[in-house]
């Protein structure tokens, strides 16, 4: 190693992040000041680099983590001058890896930044200004991060152990075995954020752009100090860009350990393939995020990548969509077959939801009707008998007949009746009108709306797609040749659709499914509210039974008891028997004698024979005037 230069030290393991072992920032600095003649070699110096830039990267996600999180949301964190240090109730493990992967944006209690001196009080974030943010755009801007974070502290951990640090850099490195045991882990959460990160600058851009509230300003001051103080970015836009390049470091890093590798060493091979695999990895998500702008393009949300009004056949007239033949869908291909049943289900679900929606209104119309009719009734009922009704009860909600209302006729007056109004008028009606609509709105037509609404997204996406089908089918049909090449237009479209069906095919059963499941819900819930409904309404009438039946009679006439209040009904017949043959005297309730067939073709031809005369008369009379005119 004689003349070799020797290679610049690392820096040091962030203060954001201290080690979760006995290894220190001195020990890894002795490490890289041996004499002279332990000089680190170009892969020591490789696999280090790997090792220093993961730390300071998992350093800067710790610190969106723990301050730019906790201080967008306005919780507090302690900031004092002093030098930069971050402590958790001096806990060895980091800080990073306090929660589990699933728990997203939770940082600690009790967590604190300290920063320099020098740095300018006016940057001190006021906590009386409210918070900077709300949680929602808290979620949109830092997505995943949290989860992220504790990734690269495994990440960190994982790789002190593979280089083996401890052990003085003695050839028994199994960098390579590690990669390949942790890819799986990284691409899920890497694929996450990676695709919501244009959401995230366009949010945070659309929060600055125009006039950002005083808490945000002094957020964003604050947050400007600490990125350039402590880390390498200078803003919040350059942070949360770390994780996209990150991911796509990760093969350059392998690469370079493996050009310094000699062939015996056993883990060659395997850095090949973890090269191998994050290069994928990286082209994985590079896909998935191109989809997802096209989904975007699609819904609006960004650049409209699938509107397309013409597209140009080499050198003919442009095409438009309508123009190409409609080809027969595509069942062979597995995605298009899956999203054609998906697509059936959706609409099917669809219009069961709007059904099932209006059959509620209409039932829950109905009862009220119902109860207002029966406290119309009651009301006539009075006015027969001659009874009189108190005022209160004088309110007519249907406003049908405004006669009722004006005035109370008669003058007996009976305790029973008014026992009986008091419970349409008290109970029944209210228990319809508020208690059942309120109920109904809020556990049953409410979530069916929102499941209703959004639907709209998937349904736009597949009109889309259906729109870019015969681009793509054109483009696998079309004739290719040197002269004849397909527009870049054709080729943007196909791609498109590929896109659009590849992530429908994915997502759109689960999204389908997930619907299934809250339209079922909803009807299960339906069946509650009726049962509680009826249950109530029983509840009620059964009262008015036993403060009206006669002694001895069953109260529960229902349950076998030899008494079921017969003598309550005789009583009730007797009283109404006089009303009952003034009643059945009137023409207007005694139905219509029923006629045979004949006795119907007989009254059809007397009607006509009547329709003729009454012609005739006409035409004579029309003359007679006619002549009279004359």
């Not at 035409?619 to 009279?628: T, Y």
Request: hydrophobic letters at 35%; aromatic letters at 6%; glycine letters at 4%.
């Amino acid at each position: 190693m004689e003349g070799q230069p020797t290679p610049p030290r690392p820096p040091p393991r962030s203060r954001l992040r201290p080690p979760t072992r006995a290894l220190s920032n001195s020990e890894v600095s002795a490490a890289m000041s041996e004499p002279e003649e332990k000089k680190m070699t170009k892969r020591q110096h490789a696999l280090l680099e790997l090792l220093s830039s993961e730390r300071a990267y998992a350093s800067d996600l710790a610190l969106m983590r723990e301050i730019h999180i906790p201080l967008a949301l306005g919780r507090p964190v302690s900031i004092v001058p002093s030098s930069l240090k971050l402590s958790t109730n001096e806990s060895s493990r980091s800080v990073s890896t306090a929660t589990s992967p699933g728990q997203d944006m939770s940082p600690l209690p009790g967590s604190s930044i300290d920063l320099t001196s020098d740095t300018p009080s006016s940057f001190v974030f006021d906590p009386s200004l409210g918070p900077p943010m709300t949680p929602h755009s808290t979620k949109i801007i830092f997505s995943n991060i949290s989860e992220l974070a504790v990734l690269a502290d495994l990440m960190s951990e994982g790789l002190e152990e593979a280089i083996g640090v401890d052990n003085e850099f003695e050839g028994r490195d199994r960098v390579g075995e590690f990669f390949l045991r942790v890819a799986t882990d990284l691409e899920g959460p890497y694929t996450r954020y990676i695709t919501r990160h244009p959401i995230a600058l366009a949010h945070l851009h659309s929060l600055t752009s125009s006039e950002p509230s005083p808490a945000l300003q002094s957020y964003l001051q604050l947050t400007r100090v600490l990125s350039t103080s402590f880390t390498h970015a200078w803003d919040i836009q350059s942070l949360l860009i770390k994780p996209v390049q990150r991911l796509l470091k990760y093969s350059l890093l392998l690469q370079a350990i493996i050009d310094e590798t000699p062939s015996t060493h056993p883990d060659l091979a395997a850095l090949k393939s973890a090269k191998t695999r994050m290069e994928e990895i990286s082209r994985s998500v590079n896909e998935e995020r191109r989809k997802a702008e096209v989904v975007r393009g699609v819904l609006g949300l960004d650049e409209d990548v699938s509107k397309r009004p013409s597209v140009m056949m080499g050198n003919s007239s442009p095409m438009l969509a309508s123009d190409i033949i409609e080809p027969s869908q595509d069942l062979a291909n597995p995605e298009a077959a899956l999203i054609d049943i998906t697509r059936k289900r959706l609409v099917a679900m669809t219009q069961f939801a709007h059904t099932f929606a209006a059959a509620i209104m209409d039932w829950q119309q109905a009862v009220k009707v119902c109860m207002e009719k029966l406290k119309l009734w009651a009301l006539g009922f009075a006015r027969v008998l001659g009874l009189s009704v108190p005022v209160q009860y004088l309110v007519d909600p249907s406003g049908l007949d405004p006669t009722i209302s004006a005035t109370s006729q008669g003058g007996g007056e009976s305790e029973a009746f008014n026992a009986f109004l008091a419970l349409i008028t008290s109970h029944l009606l209210p228990l319809t009108s508020t208690t059942l609509h309120g109920k109904l709105t809020t556990t049953i037509l409410t979530p069916l709306s929102t499941l209703l609404t959004s639907t709209k997204s998937p349904q736009k996406l597949l009109s889309s797609l259906s729109s870019l089908e015969p681009y793509h089918t054109y483009l696998l049909n079309m004739p290719l040749s040197a002269k004849n090449r397909p527009p870049q237009s054709l080729l943007d479209a196909s791609r498109d659709y590929v896109a659009l069906r590849s992530i429908l095919s994915r997502e759109l059963p689960q999204f389908v499914s997930l619907m299934e499941r809250g339209v079922d819900a909803s009807v299960k819930e339906f069946v509650q509210v009726q049962k509680i409904w009826y249950s109530d309404l029983r509840g009620a009438w059964r009262g008015l039974w036993d403060c009206l039946r006669v002694d001895g009679e069953s109260l529960f006439p229902d349950l076998g008891t030899a008494d079921g209040g017969e003598g309550t009904i005789e009583n009730w017949s007797l009283r109404f028997t006089e009303v009952a043959v003034v009643v059945s005297s009137l023409k207007s309730v005694r139905p219509p004698p029923r006629m045979t067939e004949k006795e119907k073709e007989r009254e059809r031809r007397r009607e006509l024979e009547r329709e003729r005369e009454r012609v005739k008369d006409l035409e004579k009379r029309e003359r007679q005037l006619r002549f009279a005119g004359e």
